[in-house]
């Protein structure tokens, strides 16, 4: 039997063993003994019977066909390669260690005796040397080290999952008791687990690192310094929001010249650290350096941040009144445009503060306005705050810029360029025709598709629409050409969020509802709007729409302006270039009808300040309500005035995100500019 022993050994033959193995050696002198024969018996052996003759030679039918049987072959076993036979050994000797660690848990124990490190060598060489290499051209692998040439049998794996294990748990000072046995066993901490460990530490939030775990997270990151671990991006973050929450900002200050000396990306989160530090401790004149180095490196400040930065211009001293004035009015108009609707637990108190205090002598007061933004109390009228011709050309451009770089298909984009310069002429610039259609309208689009022209590709295409949707020798109204090529619109409709909305069901169809569609324009024709209804080509494939949906495409055709996007563009690009380089007069508002939040990576590509300024303005909400075949629209158009922060000449209005109240502070300071457009 082999009996587990404690770390360093292998295995072992017990003492219970030495009688088994004294029996077996006396086996092979019994077995000689018994072999010994008698001339007497040997000729007794020799004598045969007649009968037993007789019998002998019969043969049975069964014993005929097994005789016959031809005897297989048995396959000669086939030598490992080197590099495998190499793997195999590594392999016994993970065995042969966890066995050990799991056997040393248990407290067994024995003595190292020359016995046992016989045992050892024989199990962990089980396949003898290595034979040379037949082929000399060949390069031998090196041979196998291990990395971790400590003999302590406690691996950095099983450390890791006990990490993970204790913080899910919620067991923070078990899994930091954990880290610290195994570091005192001398084991090999990888990156991961200082990562991990660290971040646990230190959270997401300043504000909520407990005092002793960032005394631990300071003390982790210097063990894994002196450990020879390379700390990476998430490491470093970690280390400074605990060093700024010890309040040793001169360490900190010191990390963040190494990122950067390392050529380590600076994020948000290893800015806002110091951020947070100043404003706690009133540096001012810090706090905005450090402000307006995340707004140069293109960082989307939050409203917390913002929050901080008021508190620091609140609680600054030794700071003349003017630049605390002036720092506040720059950090009040970054914030204006960043955050338009701020939360009132959050942003209102701070707000308040600095109103009020100070020697400043402000009247805060909370108040409503009516439906067209005019406030009784204080007899203003909110504006509508329009995104300029800065801001609509800021859009394009990283529109454009995003587009060139994932557009599959460039030269439809460019040719729906071509078609919204020939939208943005004026009537009078464009003549008639004698029967009546204008010459603006693209030689290709007769059909009645807002499709763009020129390639003889979508001409086919256009083709194949006719002869499906179109009856043989039917005649073509005259007066459809007329309506159809005008290009007018003040309402752009994203035709597939509309076709999609609560189509999300089990067993729902994979094509889009064209039902609620209709109905959407339909509602949009009665309210007098002209619409421009843009839908990816997909939607019209004959294995996708149903036959029945036919009768809705012509009636799009020949009532709306329609726009089909090719296949490789993504519709949303379409629309959105639309609703923004549209520029003919219109005696109402564009529109943009869709309830598409806007968050996919594509819109976070596009300049934020702008493009909230763009949506805010521009974009109309709906829901279908009623059955899917005849649903009810309900429309929530953008207000007459902008909801959001604006400062006027006398007051300043800050909204909230929850309900219509409006924080209104009187402005008796006139260093305070307004910078509305």
């Known amino acids: 039997p082999i009996t ?11 003492e219970a063993a030495a009688p088994a193995a004294a029996a077996a050696a006396a086996a092979p002198a019994a077995e000689a003994q018994s072999t010994k024969v008698t001339p007497a018996a040997a000729a ?13 030679t019969k043969v049975t039918p069964a014993a005929e066909a097994q005789s016959t049987k031809v005897p297989t072959r048995k396959r000669k076993r086939k030598e490992l390669p080197p590099e495998r036979q190499r793997c195999v050994m590594q392999g016994i000797e993970a065995s042969a260690n966890r066995f050990l660690r799991h056997t040393s848990a248990l407290g067994v124990d024995a003595s190292d005796s020359a016995e ?63 880290l610290w046995r195994g570091r ?36 982790i990151f210097k063990d894994a310094e002196i450990a020879g671990v390379p700390p990476n991006e998430s490491m470093m973050t970690s280390y400074l929001r605990a060093c700024c929450h010890v309040d040793d900002i ?17 994020k948000l989160r290893s800015l806002r650290p110091l951020l947070h530090y100043y404003a706690r401790h009133g540096l001012l004149e810090d706090c905005v350096g450090v402000f307006r180095d995340m707004q140069r490196r293109g960082f989307e400040i939050s409203e917390l941040d913002y929050v901080f930065t008021f508190r620091c211009c609140c609680d600054a001293e030794g700071v003349a009144a003017a630049a605390r004035e002036g720092h506040f009015a720059f950090l009040f108009g970054e914030f204006r445009e960043d955050v338009l609707r701020p939360e009132k637990q959050l942003v209102w108190p701070v707000l308040r503060r600095w109103y009020e205090g100070h020697g400043r002598g402000g009247e805060v007061q909370v108040m409503r306005v009516d439906a067209t933004g005019w406030c009784a109390a204080t007899e203003e009228r909110l504006r509508s705050v329009e995104p300029t011709e800065e801001h609509r050309a800021a859009i394009v451009a990283k529109l454009e810029e995003y587009v060139k770089v994932t557009v599959k298909h460039r030269r439809a984009w460019d040719r729906f360029h071509g078609w919204l310069e020939r939208a943005n002429r004026a009537p009078a610039e464009e003549k008639k025709k004698e029967d009546g259609s204008r010459a603006g309208a693209t030689e290709t689009d007769g059909d009645g598709a807002g499709e763009a022209p020129g390639l003889k590709q979508e001409q086919r295409c256009k083709q194949k629409f006719k002869q499906r949707f179109e009856t043989a020798g039917e005649e073509k109204p005259k ?40 109905a959407m324009l339909q509602e949009l024709r009665a309210l007098g709007r002209k619409s421009l209804l ?8 004959k294995n996708l729409m149903p036959e029945w949906a036919e009768a809705f495409i012509r009636k799009w055709r020949d009532q709306e302006l329609f726009y089909i996007v090719e296949p490789g563009n993504n519709d949303d690009w379409y629309w959105m270039l639309a609703s923004i380089t549209y520029t003919r007069a219109s005696p109402v508002q564009m529109w943009v009808v869709t309830n598409d939040l806007m968050r996919d990576h594509h819109f976070q590509m596009l300049s934020q300040r702008s493009f909230n300024r763009w949506r805010e303005r521009h974009q109309v909400y709906y829901d279908l309500i009623g059955s899917e075949r005849y649903p009810r629209v309900e429309l929530r158009p953008p207000l007459p005035y902008s909801h959001r922060t604006q400062q006027l000449e006398r007051f300043v209005y800050v909204p909230n995100a929850s309900d219509d109240e409006w924080l209104v502070a009187r402005r008796v300071a006139s260093r305070e500019t307004n910078s509305e457009s």
């Not at 587990?4 to 017990?14: K, L």
């Not at 690192?209 to 997270?217: K, V």
Request: glycine share 6%; proline share 7%; charged share 25%.
């Open 4 to 14: 587990p022993v404690g770390v360093g050994q292998a295995f072992t033959m017990s």
């Open 44 to 56: 007794q052996s020799t004598k045969v019977t007649p009968a037993a003759a007789a019998q002998s």
């Open 116 to 178: 046992s490190a016989e045992k050892k060598n024989r199990i962990t060489q089980p396949l003898g040397a290595r034979p040379p290499n037949p082929n000399p051209k060949k390069v031998e692998c090196a041979p196998y080290r291990n990395p971790n040439p400590n003999p302590n049998p406690f691996r950095a794996l099983d450390l890791k999952r006990e990490l993970v294990r204790l913080k899910a748990a919620g067991d923070m000072d078990g899994a930091l008791a954990a």
């Open 184 to 219: 005192e066993a001398s084991v090999a901490v990888d990156k991961d687990s200082y990562g991990f460990i660290l971040a646990a530490c230190c959270g997401t939030d300043v504000e909520a690192i407990d005092d002793g775990l960032a005394a631990e997270a300071v003390r």
């Open 250 to 266: 001169d360490e900190a200050k010191r990390m963040v010249a190494a990122m950067g000396a390392a050529g380590v990306n600076l």
């Open 479 to 518: 007066a459809k050409a007329a309506h159809i090529r005008r290009r007018e619109f003040d309402t752009i409709v994203d035709g597939a969020n509309i076709g999609y909305f609560r189509q999300n069901f089990k067993g729902a169809p994979k094509h889009i509802n064209y039902h609620q569609l209709d």
């Open 534 to 541: 843009v839908l990816h080509r997909r939607h019209l494939a």
